[in-house]
């Protein structure tokens, strides 16, 4: 059974001119131990879509679908249910470690009540542990860190310590939402080795946000490609690579920075990302489409299931061979 099943999820929020719907029916699964790569540009729903998981959506959307979490669905719980699922199964790291430390509390504090409450270990037990869990994030002053204010520490100190936090009740499943995006680059590669490395020791599942494509690829065993509020194509990094099956995942791919090809200007999806409201009929991507026909723009295009593969494209059988490879080779200012 999956550890997290999304069923047909579609959100919308009020909006003085009507509702607006953010999500158009995000289906997806996660297997015991996989990590998932969530990707896409920003505004393409992917935390929203997190947050229909631990139901901490916007005030007054609506919200239909399902999401089962070990086969229980977590929208139909009460208040209490829901504290515990959140507790035990699910633990979330987003792009600012600040957010989720009390400015006022150093980390020692921070670290040992979550222990405390979470497992029910003494004081003495859970500043064991807490330690441990430093040592095991990659932290050499496991001291310093511990008496330290959050304002004491860097922005990679700090997400490790929201690291040791997330795993230390081995969760079912991690969320992680763009965990790296807010640090310099040699500390980016450190902290998503840690925690690759500790979620794969403690076999959790991970969905893991991010827009760079090559990171998820890196460290995800499944991507999943998101465009104005729904999931495009889902694949294994390999096969996406070597073969992607939606136009907007080749182009996505075309406009990575090499450091061996020498294009001397990068090239760019044409046309900016339309938000999920603004999706008429047929396929969202059809204005900024190289490859669209009239016969795009009509009806609900679903998201065809192949093994593990999925794409939603009305002309995906034909272009198959096509989008194999790389376009835009001599994009021009
Ligand atoms: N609280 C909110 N109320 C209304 N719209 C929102 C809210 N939060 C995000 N949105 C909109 O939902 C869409 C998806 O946002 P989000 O999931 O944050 O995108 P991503 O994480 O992929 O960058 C965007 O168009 C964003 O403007
Ligand atoms: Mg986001």
Known sequence: MSVLELDDIRLAVPHPSGDRTLLRGVSLSVAPGEALGLVGESGSGKSMTLRTVLRTEP????VTGRVLLDGRDVRGLGTAELRR???????MISQDPRAALNPLLRVSRFLVEGLCDARGDDERTATRRARDLLAQVGIADVDRCMNSYPHQLSGGMLQRVVI???VAGSPR?????????????????????ILDEQRRERGMSMIFVTH??????AVCDRIAVMYAGEIVEISTPERLHAAPR????????????SLTARTPVLPVIPGRPVAAYEVGGGCAFAGRCPWSEPGCTDGEIPLVRDGDRAVRCAREEELAGELAHATGTEATA
Do not use: F, I
């Open 59 to 62: 005030r007054g959307a609506h």
């Open 85 to 91: 699922v959140r507790a035990e199964s699910l633990a």
């Open 212 to 217: 760079d494509l090559e990171l998820a690829s």
């Open 164 to 166: 040791a936090a997330a």
């Open 246 to 257: 939606h136009p907007y995942t080749r182009l996505l791919l075309d406009s990575r920075p």
């Open 173 to 193: 499943l991690l969320l992680a939402d763009e965990p790296t995006t807010a640090l310099d680059v040699t500390t980016q590669s450190e902290v998503m080795a």
